[in-house]
């Protein structure tokens, strides 16, 4: 079974072009950490939804 990885997303990239600044000097380690949880969506369920899980794989840990 291939298992295609999403690496680059509008709505993951759009939010991060929103939120930089605020990020910092993160963002490339909360990039990874956003897409690793957005490609665990996707395998795991319908890819359907990937909008709805782009959105919450960006805000799941946005807080800390």
Do not use: P, W
Request: aromatic residues 16%; negative net charge; hydrophobic residues 40%.
């Amino acid at each position: 079974m291939a298992i295609n990885i999403v690496q680059q997303h509008q709505i993951i990239e759009e939010l991060f072009c929103s939120y930089s600044t605020i990020i910092g000097t993160d963002v490339e380690k909360y990039k990874n950490h956003v897409y690793r949880i957005f490609n665990y969506c996707i395998y795991l369920s319908n890819a359907d939804d990937s909008d709805k899980y782009a959105i919450a794989a960006f805000f799941h840990d946005a807080g800390i």
